[in-house]
């Protein structure tokens, strides 16, 4: 498990990305960077003198201003988003206490695929709950339809216990259909799961069966969104990325045609 004892450069970079710690109601007045936001301000930063994220923390807005060529519009909004430091350490605690960790960019234990194969496309910050270093073993993507028939339903099961058996990890979105019937299987099997979810990492959290996979070294929950993140479209798709690069290749069990993110 990760401890949530975040670097410098870390919690500025949280504190700047992510919507933790937001007042409720307040949402408007507290608008973290878009990821090609923070790409562009990361550029800045370390071609200034400032360096590193976690001068945010130590000097203020007119450094900023200076340092970063950013009008005063901009420079409020930061102030803004660096105003929740005392708010932020008390979130980070209770999704500890919850058994969910947070990484960014600025971590040594950041994913490296992600940050080799989506370059500025990888995720600022990534939420999760398990043993960061299942990422270790090579892993097969099995994904597809959430309507999957009864041959399918074999299959997934066949190629899970397969990738088990060849010593490989299984990577999926725990989604109903294909992706849960594959991570099931593989755990069945004894193998490992790395698993990206589009929403509610939290409550996938609570559930008894994720709690003992991942207590029992099984399972790896992931997720680019906030731990409380609703189901979207976007965030389904969006997620899909993380799945194809942190395996070596993917297996598409099934698909509906016209429909469907697969």
Request: net charge positive; proline share 3%; charged share 25%.
């Amino acid at each position: 498990m990760i401890k949530n004892s975040v670097s410098a450069d870390s919690h500025a970079v949280l504190l700047l990305c992510s919507n933790l710690a937001i007042p409720k109601g307040m949402e408007s007045e507290y608008k973290p960077l878009t990821l090609t936001e923070w790409n562009s301000l990361a550029k800045k930063i370390a071609a200034s003198s400032l360096k590193r994220p976690e001068a945010f923390l130590v000097s203020d807005g007119h450094d900023w201003q200076r340092e970063l060529d950013l009008d005063d519009s901009q420079t409020n909004r930061l102030e803004k988003l660096i105003s929740r430091r005392g708010s932020m350490a008390i979130e980070l605690k209770r999704l500890e206490d919850m058994g969910i960790w947070v990484l960014t960019r600025s971590d040594d234990l950041f994913p490296e695929r992600l940050k080799k194969l989506l370059k500025d496309k990888a995720p600022a910050l990534i939420y999760g709950a398990g043993n960061i270093h299942i990422l270790d073993c090579p892993a097969v993507a099995i994904v597809g339809s959430r309507d999957v028939d009864a041959p399918g339903i074999a299959y997934t099961e066949k190629i899970a216990k397969a990738c088990v058996r060849d010593g490989l990890g299984v990577v999926s979105s725990g989604a109903r259909g294909v992706d849960s019937i594959a991570q099931e299987s593989a755990m069945e099997a004894g193998g490992k799961v790395i698993s990206i979810v589009a929403n509610g990492l939290a409550a996938a959290v609570r559930k008894k069966a994720n709690r003992e996979a991942v207590l029992g070294n099984q399972l790896l929950l992931m997720s680019p969104y906030h731990p409380d993140a609703r189901f979207s479209v976007g965030t389904a798709m969006g997620r899909n990325k993380y799945i194809y690069a942190l395996s070596r290749f993917a297996v598409v069990i099934s698909s509906a045609e016209g429909q469907g993110g697969t």
